[in-house]
Nanobody
Framework: QLQASGGGLVQAGGSLRLSCVAS????????MGWFRQAPGKERDVVAT????????YYADSVKGRFTISRDNAKNTVYLRMNSLKPEDTAVYYC??????????????????WGQGTLVTVSS
């Protein structure tokens, strides 16, 4: 029900835009998040966005470089990634939190997950 795309191979300093399209139900009322998981590491939050798009959260490691946004009319959430670094290399997942939990940075509160899209940043 969530389809992530836009990953690929990019050089350090480059940019990518990830998209997450929802289907089967409307996700416009839910908190949406982007998470990432590098090999051998846990899945960590990258950014989250409220249903209205007015509130966002960013992990310290991506603040000032990444921007999360959403277009509820298109049932789509985006993650614009600029100034990419090799340490940003990971599989990126989008997710939906149906309960609008206060613990929105925790992967465990999210109910729906996309399949992941691989981002590789070369040095």
């Amino acid at each position: 029900q969530l389809q992530a795309s836009g990953g690929g191979l990019v050089q350090a300093g480059g940019s990518l835009r990830l998209s997450c399209v929802a289907s089967g139900r409307t996700f416009s009322s839910y908190v949406m998040g982007w998470f990432r998981q590098a090999p051998g590491k846990e899945r960590d939050v990258v950014a989250t966005i409220s249903w209205s798009g007015t509130r966002t959260y960013y992990a310290d490691s991506v603040k000032g470089r990444f921007t999360i946004s959403r277009d509820n009319a298109k049932n789509t959430v985006y993650l614009r990634m600029n100034s990419l670094k090799p340490e940003d290399t990971a599989v990126y997942y989008c997710a939906a939190d149906l309960s609008s939990s206060a613990y929105y940075t925790r992967p465990t509160v999210y109910d729906y997950w996309g399949q992941g899209t691989l981002v590789t940043v070369s040095s």
